[in-house]
């Protein structure tokens, strides 16, 4: 048995407990891990509360990353005492997760804890800090360079706006934060924000097309933000669309990209393939500033992650949380 939230879905309804877990409910893996910190991503907020249909499997533990060291292995990758980092891969969906103090998972879905950072601080950077590096890949990919203008974060006080805007200033574009927490304003800037919008200018039905104000973008918010970003983005520019946290839709036109060439790139984090997870935590490794984790960071123990799962989906949580599984 071991400590862990556990997720059941019956005829009683959908509830998740902090309980004793009997080894039973951990799936088939060749490594077990001893949990030390998971993290509550807006999924696991999600999955937590029930709000969205995110798990697909009961009974379920939640937590989308980990880290933690390998206790015992049948992989000639891994052996015990290692400490390996888990983002994605279904994990806390369809297969048991990090919110627990053990892990049964697949030795391919590991990554090598980077020696550039702790194990906290590579939890502090977790699936949102992860995807944000994978956004800026993408802007980069496509062409953004940060002397052809302002690149927009949405959701700038969440996860991944919060690492994302810390990268982007480290590399040196300029970056312009949207956030509706007029309170979190400096927190913004002081990640490296050169100004913060007011959400209330992108979240309601805009114009086919608008003044050309953005070289590159970053949205985590979907909907109506994601159509105005894109609608207010320069001849050529790149957005990266990761999240959904002002809805799935996408009330847009096709007028940004067939008369401003303007590119729309996806971003998945979850099924991102081995090669590019390396290099997306080489990059973080080299272009994150480490002591911003500290003010991007919150950390709570197991014991409350259920209470501030609701609290992250009222967009009330700033940057990263943090989960100490030891208490
Ligand atoms: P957080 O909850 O940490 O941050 C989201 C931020 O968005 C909030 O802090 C808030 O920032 C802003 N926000 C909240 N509600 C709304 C709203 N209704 N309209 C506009 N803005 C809002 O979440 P994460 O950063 O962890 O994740 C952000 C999104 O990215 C989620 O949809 C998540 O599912 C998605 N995601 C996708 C991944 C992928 O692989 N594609 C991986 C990781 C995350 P503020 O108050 O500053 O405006």
């Given amino acids: 048995m071991f400590k862990g939230i556990l997720i059941e879905k019956d005829e009683d309804g959908y509830r998740a407990a902090l309980k004793e877990i009997d080894e039973s409910v951990l799936h088939e893996g060749d490594v077990t891990i001893r949990v030390a910190y998971s993290t509550l991503n807006y999924k696991d907020g999600l999955a937590i509360t029930g709000k969205s249909p995110v798990v697909r499997s009961f009974p379920m533990i939640p937590g989308i990353d980990l880290v933690g060291k390998v206790e015992q292995s049948d992989s000639a990758d891994y052996r015990p005492g290692d400490t390996v980092v888990l983002t994605g891969w279904g994990v806390g969906e369809v297969h048991p997760g990090g919110l627990a103090e053990r892990a049964r998972l697949k030795s391919d879905w590991l990554v090598p804890l980077p020696k550039a950072f702790s194990p906290k601080q590579a939890m502090a950077i977790g699936t949102a800090g992860f995807t944000a590096m994978l956004c800026v890949m993408a802007l980069e990919r496509h062409g953004v ?146 002591s911003k984790l500290e003010q991007i960071h919150q950390e709570i123990g197991l014991s409350e992650a259920i209470e501030v799962a609701g609290k992250l989906l009222a967009g009330e949580v700033r940057g990263r949380m943090l989960v100490d599984i030891s208490r």
């Avoid at 927490?181 to 490296?192: A, F, Q």
């Avoid at 984090?269 to 090669?275: G, I, L």
Wanted: hydrophobic share 40%.
């Fill in 145 to 290: 360079k940060s002397d052809q203008g302002d690149v927009l974060v949405t959701g700038a006080g969440g996860g991944v706006g919060s690492v994302a805007i810390s990268i982007l200033s480290n590399l040196g574009y300029r970056v312009v934060g949207v956030s509706g927490r007029p309170e979190e304003v400096d927190y913004i800037k002081s990640l490296g924000a050169a100004e913060v919008l007011d959400r209330g200018e992108f979240d309601k039905p805009g114009k086919p097309l608008a003044k050309e104000r953005w070289a590159g973008a970053i949205d985590v918010v979907g909907s109506h933000t994601l159509a105005n970003v894109c609608a207010s983005m320069r001849y050529r520019g790149v957005v990266a669309a990761c999240g959904l946290v002002g809805g799935m839709d996408f009330p847009a036109t096709v007028a940004p990209f067939i008369l401003r060439g303007v590119t729309l790139a996806g971003v998945d984090s979850v099924m991102c393939p081995k090669t590019e997870r390396l290099e997306a935590w080489e990059r973080l490794a080299r272009d994150l500033d480490v």
